[in-house]
């Protein structure tokens, strides 16, 4: 299943825009949930849990590989980015936040190269305006679909691309017509800027992960309210007598069989990955442990929630692609993905936890 996406003609950039533009595919792929996946067992045996690693825009000098999407909770096959000859690489993208957001990084990738590719896909409608609008959330900009208004240079481009002179005498409207917005001529005045969560179809909540204090994002009063509770239970935990901080090489062990069983109990439930390497580090530290220990006190009373017994069965007798969404998304799964996420948004994790 899922559909296959791609760039026609020439991606090609100036060399004084490259890192730049490196730099943003980067931070699109960030926010939309994309990361890589990597396995780390326990005492080196079979057993062990994923790490999620996103692309880090300060760290990309020569591109990246995803193959998962956060907010999907799913695997897609890869999809590379090479930033020294600027290219993609990629396969099936599916339906959802995988491609979109990877359809996103292609639409930026037109704005870059001055009309001179357009981005197409086979299964999945390409979300100008949407994908556009979100450019301009993220970056501050005012891009257009100006390109996409130009039948004539759209057709010149589908010619140069044909496979010879025979196909390309046989580019007509309809051919011209699925490069544009519904088939319609879009004016060329800047698109107005659409969320993160507008674009991505999910709730502001489940964008912890890229909170940042320029751009704060709009909490619910629910997710705000439990901030809140998380809070007094750290320090409940923090200053409580009963509370014995261990050793460092204990709870390492802890927290490789914490995480496992958090994975098996929810399902997907991963490790972000600078989070998991920043906790070994301070692997003795108090305030790491004590968070920590609210991670696996929060698990262990969220497994007992109804819909988490209810998606344990399902996941007992189905393939995890073939569960219903509305079951993948209750509560408290959800709640452990975000208290996660705020453990590893060391911005936000400072301002609810104060380290």
Partial sequence: MGAYA????????EENRKEEFTRRVADVFKAGGMAKTEHVSIDGGKRGIFLL?????EYVQDGFTVDYNYLEDDWWQPISFDAKEIYFLSEKIGGGQFAWTYIAALMLAEQYADGECLTRSDDVRVPLSESIGWLNYLFHENYTVAIRNDAGRIMQLLK???????EAEKIGWDDIRQYMEDGNLLNDEPLAPLSSSEYLEVEEDDLIYCWNAD???KFSDKMKDTFTEWKAQYNAILESDDFETMSGKEFCRKMMADAERIDNDFGRIMVWRDMFYDYLMHAENRRYQ?????????AHEYAKDSKVIELQKWMEAKPWEFIKTEFKRNDSRMLIKRYLSTLYNIG?????FGF
Avoid: D, Q
């Avoid at 140069?160 to 025979?166: H, P």
């Fill in 348 to 352: 936000l994790r400072k301002e609810v």
């Fill in 160 to 166: 140069k691309c044909s496979y010879n002179s025979e």
């Fill in 6 to 13: 791609g760039i026609i003609g020439r991606l090609i950039i």
């Fill in 215 to 217: 751009r704060k994002l």
């Fill in 290 to 298: 004590a968070s920590w220990e609210l991670l696996r006190r929060l």
């Fill in 53 to 57: 690693v996103p692309p880090e825009s």
